[in-house]
């Protein structure tokens, strides 16, 4: 259990900050937390019941993944050198739908662990079509913002049958969470629907998303245009692209945010802009999958949201955010040339780009007053990061950090990764438990 006061006064001090403040970003200030909001920036004086020394720090805020799998983290290494379609078919497919409630919850925590470590503040993750009370569960203990959804798939010919359910299954299923679930644990925790992708769900079902996202104000969280050979069978199948086949469905729509997105063309990217529909890029798994580069640069450009994610542990192997945010801007930089995107920029896409991609860009994503305190602790002065005094700030955070030099992380004022310690759950235990789980499914399943 969290055993540090949400409630107890904090003072992070002398620690440089990086804000998209321009006047205060990279300037050493002191951050005073009060309630698990942010209540002060700059010379503090005032006394705290806990005072964080920020030498030789940089506090930022907390990074903001808008796709992973956490039902996936307990795959790592096991799904290798496969494009999307056969790497889907052939491995994880079949690994998720032999998950059980406990190995299901023995590999949420396992990804948790490393997200917290890796400064992830919030996150959204796509989930198994069963069982997904186990990733719940165990987002609550994290007490990590959450976003949260059971993979819908009601077709597919390469869906294990019992990874199946009929339309109204899927949707009974999902209200059944949304009503147990949604808004919980003093609303760090929301339900996002998650129709998994095109191929695996009929126009009736992700029309029934569409009017219940409509109703009940929800995100939808889907994946379009990763890989060739999956856009050409959807134009095969529906006679028209991913992204004007969720517009045709009535999806297209605010509350829309599809992972991916590299195999769309200006209409497709009209699309996207025209009804505000949020882009997650994937670079680590679209590289390690060999899918593509997605054309964040033109997106951007055109004004489409866009955030970052690490996608599942078999298709990256990392949920390092600072490794997604190094290959974007290299990538960016590869395709469009050397100023094709700053670092400021790629670090504010990581954090309040992502907030802005999950509607809660109001209370987090950025050190402001009055937001909530979802920070990050930073050490700045290991061998890779130094020189930093006269360095920009950004280009430090975004190529030359890893994740292994965040020494704190805060949700609402709440410390959970603090003296190399994941304050939420027992390391040993975790990792112990996911070993047995693996080898449970593999006992269960012939690959």
Not at 4 to 9: G, I, L, V
Not at 356 to 365: F, K, Q, W, Y
Not at 416 to 434: G, Q, R
């Amino acid at each position: 259990m969290i055993s540090k006061n949400q409630n107890e006064t904090c003072l992070i001090k002398g620690a440089r900050i990086a804000s998209f403040n321009k006047e205060i970003s990279g300037s050493i200030k002191d951050v005073l937390i009060k309630k698990g909001r942010i209540a002060a920036i700059g010379d503090i004086f005032e006394p705290a019941e806990k005072v964080i020394d920020g030498d030789n720090c940089i506090v930022a805020p907390g990074f903001i993944q808008t796709h992973i799998h956490l039902c996936q983290t307990l795959f790592r290494g096991l799904a290798e050198d496969l494009p999307l379609l056969d790497w889907l078919k052939k491995h994880i497919l079949p690994l998720e739908a032999a998950h059980d409630p406990d190995s299901l919850y023995d590999s949420a925590r396992l990804g948790l662990i490393e997200l917290i470590r890796g400064g992830v503040t919030t996150f959204m993750s796509m989930e198994t079509v069963h069982n997904s009370d186990s990733v719940f569960q165990a987002a609550v203990e994290s007490a990590m913002r959450a976003f949260i959804g059971n993979a819908l798939m009601d077709m597919g010919d390469d869906v294990p049958s019992n990874s199946k359910m009929t339309t109204q299954q899927c949707l009974s299923e999902s209200r059944r969470l949304i009503d147990r679930y949604h808004n919980s644990n003093s609303g760090l925790v929301s339900y996002a629907f998650a129709p998994r992708f095109v191929l695996t769900c009929s126009e009736e079902l992700l029309s029934q998303v569409a009017s219940k996202a409509e109703e009940l104000g929800l995100l939808v969280h889907s994946h379009a245009s990763e890989n060739r050979a999956e856009c050409a069978l959807v134009k095969r199948t529906f006679g028209v692209s991913n992204i004007e086949y969720f517009e045709k469905v009535g999806l297209a729509k605010p509350y829309l945010c599809l992972a991916h997105c590299i195999w769309v063309s200006p209409q497709e990217m009209e699309i996207l802009r025209r009804n505000d529909i949020k882009v997650l890029h994937c670079p680590g798994s679209n590289l390690k999958l060999g899918s593509g580069i997605a054309d964040i640069f033109t997106m951007k450009r055109m004004g489409v949201k866009i955030s970052l994610g690490a996608d599942g542990a078999p298709c990256n192997n990392t949920l390092d955010p600072f490794n997604e945010m190094r290959l974007a801007g290299l990538l960016q930089k590869l395709k469009y040339g050397t100023d094709a995107i700053s670092a400021r920029e790629i670090f504010r896409i990581a954090t309040l780009g992502g907030a802005e991609c999950l509607g809660i860009n109001a209370i987090t994503g950025s050190i402001e007053i009055g937001k909530e305190a979802d920070l990050i602790l930073i050490r700045a002065d290991r061998p890779h990061n130094i020189p930093n005094d006269e360095t920009d700030i950004f280009t430090q955070l975004v190529y030359s950090t890893r994740a292994d030099d965040v020494i704190m992380t805060m949700v609402g004022g709440k410390i959970l990764f603090e003296n190399n310690e994941v304050i939420p759950f027992d390391e040993d235990e975790v990792k112990s438990a996911a070993g047995k789980s693996l080898n449970s499914i593999l006992n269960r399943i012939d690959l």
